[in-house]
């Protein structure tokens, strides 16, 4: 029987996992998981977990892959975790790769494989946290707002949709972002798509147009309304001081 082993958090279990688990336990006949335990987490990799230790081995003990779990409390204790569980290949994903080469001296193999680039437990937790926005505008400043969003993985907001008054674009696409409606249809588009913020992006649009929409907008319950400032606001005097 070919023994393999391999380590981790595991947290908020995903796809990338099993995909390491299902691909581990394709190198052998049985599964080790050593996974860290909420002190081990804390202590030595910074991580703070959403489910504790018990939660994650019964996760990881349902899945067909895994053969045993066993507490990580250290990261000495690969080598006699190896020794104990005669273990015959240590797997584990290439952000690891060429830290655990040394367990080759003790006669096993050493496999790094690929990791699911697109998917994280950070990820996960970034993404849930993200509050959703609609921009309030179908023009290039929204768009602009768009681009952004797509190129820095900071942007705090997941933009859901547009608003536009222009019957005309209504249903229409930017960026592959719809135009959901205008400000009659808010209310519903607000509730349907669970929306906590509208950013106006009408920098050319005057002023006391931009008053009515406010108005009409801070009748809405727990909505916070942004105004994208107009570009002669964000150009400051030249002058040295
Ligand atoms: N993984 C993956 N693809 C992802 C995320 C994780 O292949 N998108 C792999 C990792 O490379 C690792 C395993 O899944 O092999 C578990 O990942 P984590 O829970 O992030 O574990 P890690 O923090 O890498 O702990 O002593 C070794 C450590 O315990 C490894």
Redesign the pocket.
């Known amino acids: 029987m070919k023994r393999v082993i ?6 908020l279990l ?1 796809y ?2 099993i ?2 688990l299902k691909r581990a336990k394709a190198l052998g006949d049985y599964l080790i998981v ?1 996974l ?1 335990t909420n002190e081990f987490n804390q202590k030595e ?1 910074n ?1 703070d977990c959403y489910f504790d230790y018990d939660k994650r081995k019964s996760l990881l003990e349902a899945i067909r892959y895994v053969d045993l779990v066993i507490p ?1 409390e250290n ?1 000495k204790q ?1 080598v006699s975790d190896i020794e104990k569980y005669h273990a015959d290949v240590f ?6 790769k060429g830290k655990f080469d040394h367990l080759e001296d003790l006669g096993v193999e050493v496999v790094y ?9 950070s990820k996960i937790k970034k993404d849930l946290n993200q509050e959703n926005v609609l921009i309030y505008g179908a023009g290039e400043s929204g768009v602009l707002l768009v681009k952004e969003s797509r190129i820095n993985p900071n942007f705090p907001y997941r933009i859901v949709g547009f608003l536009d008054d222009n019957p005309n674009k209504k249903g229409g696409k930017l960026y592959g972002l719809k135009v959901l409606g205008g400000l009659e249809d808010v209310e519903k588009i607000v509730e349907k798509n669970d929306v906590s913020k509208i950013i106006i992006s009408m920098p050319s649009v005057e002023q006391s147009k931009i008053s009515n929409i406010l108005k009409e907008l801070n009748k809405l319950k727990d909505i916070s309304v942004k105004i994208l400032p107009n570009v002669d606001n964000l150009i400051e005097e030249g002058n040295l001081s």
């Open positions: 391999t380590y981790g958090t595991f947290d995903h990338g996992h995909h390491l050593g860290s990799k991580k990580e990261w690969k797997v584990i994903g290439d952000d690891w494989l690929s990791r699911t680039e697109e998917i994280s437990t």
